[in-house]
């Protein structure tokens, strides 16, 4: 299930600290130094007072899944289906939604609010691209076996 086919994304000024970091598997968020929101994808400029002064926050916690899709239409040759992209919020970091692919084996049991851990994996392009998988899915299958 590679994510790597497709059209890699443009690196820019506001956007280049988050791809570096990506490929050390860390994620960043944008925070502005005279309000404090979050913002993301960065862009250079605070979404809630435009200020343009802003920092590079890192977010180390556990996600949960706000909205999601399963999708089975193979828009290139090479795309693996069905597949999940999950849309990712932070209960630390509101405001700050992430995109990517959510790896499950079993697409059915995702749900919204479910758990999930930060990973990335290789993209288009050589880059390092935001994907996430369920939390605990183990625990949740021995707890379910003994009830
Ligand atoms: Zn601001």
Same mark, same amino acid.
């Given at each position: ?5 497709? $059209? #890699? /994304? ?5 956007? &280049? ?8 598997g860390r994620l960043l @968020? ?7 929101? &979050? ?37 290139? +040759? !090479?795309? &693996?289906? #069905? ?14 939604? @992430?995109?990517?692919?959510?790896? $499950? !084996?079993?697409? !059915? ?5 479910? +758990? ?5 994996? /290789?993209? /288009?392009? &050589? ?14 299958? !021995?707890?379910?076996? $003994?009830?």
């Amino acid at each position: 299930m590679s994510a790597t086919v497709g $059209i #890699p /994304p443009a690196i820019t000024e506001e956007t &280049e600290a988050f791809w570096a970091a990506a490929k050390e598997g860390r994620l960043l @968020v944008e925070r502005c130094t005279a309000c404090g929101a &979050e913002s993301f994808p960065p862009r250079g400029m605070c979404r809630a007072c435009r200020g343009r002064e802003t920092e590079q926050v890192e977010i180390t916690e556990t996600g949960r899944v706000y909205s999601f899709t399963v999708n089975h239409q193979r828009w290139l +040759p !090479d795309l &693996e289906v #069905p597949y999940a992209v999950a849309l990712v919020e932070f209960d630390a970091h509101p405001g700050v939604r @992430v995109t990517g692919r959510l790896r $499950i !084996d079993d697409l !059915d049991a995702i749900t919204i609010g479910m +758990p999930v851990e930060i990973g990335f994996e /290789p993209g /288009p392009g &050589e880059c390092a691209i935001p994907s996430f998988t369920a939390r605990r899915l183990a625990e949740r299958a !021995d707890s379910e076996a $003994i009830a």
